[in-house]
């Protein structure tokens, strides 16, 4: 099974970060993208479109933990859960 740092070092791997873009604003990831979880569940066709594979991440884990259950039940592939911004930082640096 692969980790989240194996997913990020994939060439073409791609950031989403599912916070509200005010807390995108204050600080994200470089290169992700934002799409708020209240937004996921009408954006499935975006996130299908998007560069595999993917990985989510929130403040703390709970939000991108929901967003990654949406999209794999709406038959998204390669949707890993990155958990929290601080944590993900942490493996990337």
């Not at 509200?20 to 994200?28: A, D, K, L, R």
């Not at 934002?34 to 569940?41: A, F, G, K």
């Amino acid at each position: 099974m692969k980790t989240i740092k194996d997913v990020l070092e994939t060439p073409g791997a791609c950031i989403v970060d599912v916070r509200n873009p005010y807390e995108f604003e204050e600080e994200h990831i470089a290169g992700a993208l934002n799409i708020p979880l209240d937004q996921v569940m009408g954006s499935i066709d975006k996130f299908k479109s998007l560069p595999k594979p993917m990985v989510v991440y929130c403040r703390s884990g709970g939000r991108s933990g929901m967003a990654t259950m949406i999209l794999k039940q709406a038959g998204v592939d390669e949707v890993y859960n990155g958990g929290g911004i601080y944590d993900l930082k942490q493996l990337i640096n």
